[in-house]
């Protein structure tokens, strides 16, 4: 399967905002109006539409596009350190079930040689077959095998490659998500529009976020957009003592209004709540 173009989710949002007239072809407004947005880090995408109220307030809807990595390399340097931990739990049969292990052999065998797997819905399974590509059907077989694998000797060795072979398949697989939210904007000198939040939740955060105006050697005008939160009470904990609001996540991420293409390398494409 071929690696998704985040390109053309850029050209979809640019084409978009021709239509629209938006910042992202320059504007001669003194606030933003509507435009789209690349992220600099995340290297996640934002459209934005404006107004401004009587009160001198601008008003803004926001809708963020995220492609992320459904695992990283942390992830699995993590897994590996619990390697002790986990070939305890199997060797004291807290791992895979019997009957688990019977159905990995039967339907390694089934992708294997190409025919029907026992009890299977002869119709789904010709679909199945049909729509998948070859490297969704190797990735599977491969999954197959390591756990079939583990069944036979659940050793160090057999897990190690167990647990590889799931992180290769989600360091290829891309969550997307979508998240609208609205903010309230203040001009500083025309040039900058400043939001900020009142203090929020247990850990007292407070979000800081500013829309900055470019103005080209063309004279032309464009609005970048940077955001942050700051935690006022560090001490606190969330989520029933799970996370410490000292974790929360401080950094300044900041988006530009130029059109970026980047390289996600994604094979698998799910969807994320978050």
Known sequence: MRPIDVGILSTIV????????????GTTADYPTS???A??????????????AQSGILECKFTQLSIRKSAKPKDLAEQKAKLPEIEKEFRE????????????????EAIRSGKLPPSADKDKYAKFVANASPQEKQDMLDGLRSLVKVCESPNRENILRMIETQHDKKSRTCA????????????????????????????????????EKETTSFNISFWNYKTRKVVTNKKADLVGN????????????????????????CDYVKHSVF
């Open 14 to 25: 640019f084409c978009w905002c021709v239509v629209l007239g938006s910042d992202s072809l």
């Open 35 to 37: 435009g789209a947005l």
């Open 39 to 52: 992220g600099k880090a995340d290297r996640d995408f934002m459209e934005y539409q404006c107004g401004l």
């Open 93 to 108: 049969g807290k791992g895979l079930k019997k009957s688990d292990c019977k159905t990995f052999r039967t339907m390694e």
């Open 176 to 211: 997307v998500s979508a998240n609208n939210f609205k903010a309230e904007f203040q001009s500083v000198d025309g040039k900058v529009w400043v939001q900020t939040t009142k203090p929020h939740g247990p850990c007292g955060v407070v979000t800081i976020s500013s829309f």
């Open 242 to 265: 799970l996370m410490k609001c000292s974790d929360l996540d401080e950094t300044e991420y900041t988006y530009g209004w130029k059109s970026e293409t980047f390289f996600k390398g």
